[in-house]
């Protein structure tokens, strides 16, 4: 079975800092896809950044960045320069290429502090 | 132009009635999904659907039925509703099936009494 933990329900951040939100996942399969949505509380989800698991380079976009490591099975979203505006609920998430299936981690909360 | 559209937004019902919620994507995508977000906003699949045929179809009380006139459009439509299906629905397409990239539409809020 392949699952999506992610062990912190809050963080909070001082705006401009910097916040590493932590995930860690669970597959058996070769081909899969590793994403970060936002969820603010319009609730609309919103992409954030992917990253295909036969790439070893982080990927990035913009202010946003990962670490990924695949031996750990280990995916954290790294914010850069906290802005009121990244106030949200972040989910990490990991598709199967076998399955079609997108599964979701249970959400951290992010607050951001001006 | 609203890439994934859903209506209505929200949705206040008795227990027993049934409803719908339409889905509405102008991507030009095959595949369309449906997920529920529950009230501790655990996100989980539901059903998805390439080119107007099931394609995922998870362990979903057989209450809900999905509805696909043609590959723009994915209904959900709920018999019997129950206090438990008070969550958040979302719809998501991807171009086509298999494809990892979903967009997903703003959700409908549905609250039984």
């Known amino acids: 079975a392949q699952t999506v933990t992610q062990s912190q329900p809050e963080m909070s951040v001082q705006e401009a800092e910097t916040v590493t939100l932590s995930c860690t996942y669970d597959?058996?399969?070769?081909?899969?896809?590793l994403f970060w949505y936002k969820q603010p509380p319009s609730r609309q989800m919103i992409l954030v950044i992917r990253?295909?698991?036969?790439?070893?380079q982080n990927a990035t976009e913009n202010r946003f960045s990962v670490n990924f490591q695949k031996a750990a099975k280990s995916f954290s979203l790294k914010i850069s320069d906290s802005q009121l505006g990244d106030a949200a609920m972040y989910f990490c998430s990991l598709y199967s290429g076998n399955t079609g299936k997108l599964i979701f981690g249970q959400g951290t909360t992010l607050q951001v502090k001006p | 132009d609203t890439a994934v559209s859903q209506t209505p937004k929200y949705l206040v019902t008795q227990m027993g009635n049934d409803k719908s919620i339409k889905c509405e994507q102008n991507l030009g995508h095959d595949t369309m999904y449906w997920y529920k977000q529950d009230s501790k906003k655990f996100l989980k699949i539901m059903f998805s659907?390439?080119?107007?045929?099931?394609?995922i179809n998870e362990t979903v009380p057989n209450r809900f039925s999905p509805k696909s006139p043609d590959k723009a459009h994915l209904n959900l439509h709920i018999n019997s509703l129950e206090l438990g299906d008070s969550a958040v629905y979302f719809c998501?397409?991807?171009?086509?099936?298999?494809?990892?990239?979903?967009?997903f539409g703003p959700g409908t809020r549905l609250l039984v009494l």
């Open positions: 998501a397409s991807s171009q086509m099936a298999f494809q990892e990239t979903q967009y």
């Open positions: 597959t058996s399969e070769s081909d899969y896809y």
């Open positions: 659907y390439n080119n107007k045929e099931l394609i």
């Open positions: 990253q295909e698991a036969y790439k070893q």
